[in-house]
């Protein structure tokens, strides 16, 4: 090769090495200018994909029919399976609970041979439970007085709807009263009623009652596992009853709180029916949360997580229809019950409000709203991404 063929060569290569190296570079620049726009523009762009985001978890066809048929569900959970009920007095409660008249006869006199902490099964049966007395007391410094509107109900452990299943039981066991302070007495009877007869020790009412459990055969276990019951049905009919219960352990701290709770309508059978809206409402979403994923397949152009957030607005909005219309139906027969001098209307429309389903739907607002918050920033980072990286 002469020396001019050569350097045409040379000339030749450096031109296509140059050329690929302004190739490269304008690919860069082209790139660069991209991004650069795309930076530029990122206002507009992240607005527009909040707008897609929410046009593909706008509720439509299906979702709207599932969003009226859970909206029904609640309104008539909540006129028809858990307004807050007519509380009763004592004797009708009791009357009204299983296991009454076997185990629980409010209307019994008393008639105690009283064997210290070893009354018979046949007394256990056929005896109030020892815990309703209230005769006597001043001998022993009035242990059960003075603690309002609950009276007796919020001094005693028996009363207690959680330290009761121990101490109720172990005091029908033992043919004692036990008070909120832990101190025990023996009940007696005289004139066929109950009354406080001498001091007890509380470690022995547990431990006569436990050596019964253990020790004695099935006499033993026959006479607290009928106590058991015995205390079940006390429980269950001072609950319903218009006093009601006091809340579970706050009278071991102080006795007249949980009587001036309940004066404002923190009682066991208000907890209760508030604990059962709450699950009868939450039971409801979740069904329709079911069966609105299981027709997933049938929206193939949403992604799982989108689908979701649809699922979660149908229970969100459902919630907050149904917990509004009642809050406002009851206020309006509230204020017309006010404006016509009717407190049993007013009495009748405050039946009817749906605490616990207001507090679901509070619930469902914080906890969905920070979970679709969540998936929208994911979808309006990842798309974006998806941009920056030229993938779309």
């Not at 009495?347 to 979970?371: A, E, I, P």
């Amino acid at each position: 090769m002469t020396n001019l063929e050569e350097l045409r060569s040379k000339r030749a290569s450096l031109k296509e090495d140059t050329d690929r190296l302004f190739s490269a570079t304008d690919k860069v620049i082209g790139e660069s200018q991209r991004v650069a726009n795309l930076a530029g523009d990122s206002e507009k762009i992240i607005t527009d994909l909040e707008t897609e985001f929410e046009k593909r978890t706008k509720l439509h066809g299906q979702d709207i029919a599932f969003l009226f048929f859970a909206t029904a569900l609640q309104c008539a959970r909540q006129y028809l399976l858990t307004d807050f009920k007519e509380r009763l007095g004592d004797q009708e409660s009791a009357k009204n609970t299983l296991g009454e008249n076997r185990f629980d006869p409010h209307n019994a006199s008393s008639d105690r041979s009283h064997r210290l902490y070893n009354p018979s099964l046949e007394e256990i049966i056929s005896h109030p439970v020892p815990f309703d007395l209230n005769i006597g007391g001043e001998k022993f410094g009035n242990p059960l007085s003075g603690y309002g509107k609950l009276g007796h109900r919020a001094a005693t452990l028996g009363h207690d709807s959680v330290l009761g299943w121990i101490f109720g039981t172990a005091n029908i066991v033992t043919s004692t009263v036990t008070d909120a302070k832990f101190n025990s007495y023996h009940v007696g009877s005289d004139n066929l009623r109950d009354y406080f007869k001498s001091n007890a020790n509380t470690a022995l009412v547990l431990e006569k009652t436990f050596d019964k459990l253990t020790n004695q055969g099935m006499d033993g276990k026959i006479i607290v596992g009928t106590s058991l019951a015995k205390e079940a049905v006390h429980l269950l009919s001072d609950i319903n009853s218009k006093n009601s219960l006091p809340l579970p352990i706050v009278t071991t701290f102080n006795p007249k709180l949980g009587s001036t709770l309940a004066k404002y309508g923190l009682d066991m059978s208000n907890v209760l029916n508030v604990g059962k809206q709450a699950a009868l409402a939450e039971s409801i979403n979740i069904i329709i949360a079911m069966i609105h994923r299981l027709t997933f397949g049938l929206d193939s152009e949403v992604d799982t997580k989108l689908y979701e957030v649809r699922t979660r607005k149908i229970i969100t909005y459902s919630n907050v229809i149904a917990s509004t219309s009642n809050i406002i139906l009851v206020a309006m027969g509230s204020a017309v019950g006010a404006a016509t001098d009717n407190p049993e209307m007013i009495r009748k429309s405050l039946k009817k409000l749906d605490v616990g389903g207001f507090l679901v739907t509070v619930g469902h607002l914080l906890n969905d709203k920070k979970f679709i918050t969540q998936v929208k920033t994911e979808f309006v980072l990842n798309n974006f991404d998806k941009l920056i990286q030229g993938d779309c």
